[in-house]
Nanobody, 122 residues
Framework: QVQLVESGGGLVQAGGSLRLSCAAS????????MGWYRQAPGKQRELVALISTVGIALYADSVKGRVTISRDDAKNTVYLQMNSLKPEDTAVYYCNAGSRNLGSTVVPGGHWGQGTQVTVSS
């Protein structure tokens, strides 16, 4: 059974930091790119960051320089380190497995976690 379990969300003041974790079942982690997406109220879900199976990372322009995605293959876990957080980063953050980078766009994979809330106060 495919499982993606996120943790690490919470309430933080603007300028603060959070690290999100996503523990995945080994069956999907080892063969798939892993990504973080977010969805703010009233907005579409959007890509935050993506990391390939060999560690190549891709970031949304809105988070470049503030966010780092990484993966620990030994723990089947992907992380999202977020620094210099802004109120506009407030959203539910979702872990995803299997995204495809098509160059001009990224198509999310079919495996999602349950989401973790990140709230940044001004």
């Amino acid at each position: 059974q495919v499982q993606l379990v996120e943790s690490g969300g919470g309430l933080v003041q603007a300028g603060g930091s959070l690290r999100l974790s996503c523990a995945a079942s080994r069956s999907i982690f080892s063969i798939n790119p892993m990504g973080w997406y977010r969805q703010a109220p009233g907005k579409q879900r959007e890509l935050v960051a993506l990391i390939s199976t060999v560690g190549i990372a891709l970031y949304a322009d809105s988070v470049k320089g503030r966010v780092t995605i990484s993966r620990d293959d030994a723990k089947n876990t992907v992380y999202l380190q977020m620094n210099s957080l802004k109120p506009e980063d407030t959203a539910v953050y979702y872990c995803n497995a299997g995204s495809r980078n098509l160059g001009s766009t990224v198509v999310p994979g079919g495996h999602w976690g349950q989401g973790t809330q990140v709230t940044v106060s001004s």
